[in-house]
């Protein structure tokens, strides 16, 4: 496959920065595994970070970070979700899909 995509022999792929997911508080990054991911700081463990895909499980609307109230939130029907993506406020009723995402240094890594 010729795509420009640089996904390593252990799956993962870099979406991002640290220095840009600090600048901007959440990286979404459009052109991950054939989708969207969405990465922020782990709330509750700042040096590491969180990865979910940020399609709503509702009807598709794409959340964002909500970094004062720490959720994803959807505008298109008031749905929350936790930084793991498990639901905290219907109507969605099924979690966001979560990746796993590591650092190595400045890059953000996630697994397809
Ligand atoms: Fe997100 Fe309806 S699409 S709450």
Known sequence: DSS???????????????????????????EFDRGSILVIRNPSD?????????TCTHAGCTVSWDSDQKLFACPCHGSQFAPDGKVVQ?????????YEAKLEGNIILAKK
């Open 90 to 98: 219907g109507p969605a009723e099924e979690p966001l899909t979560a």
């Open 4 to 30: 420009s995509d640089s996904a390593r022999a252990d799956g993962f792929a870099p979406v991002g920065t640290i220095t840009d997911l600090d600048r901007q508080g959440q990286i979404l990054n459009k």
């Open 46 to 54: 700042p040096k590491n970070v969180n990865a979910v895909n940020p």
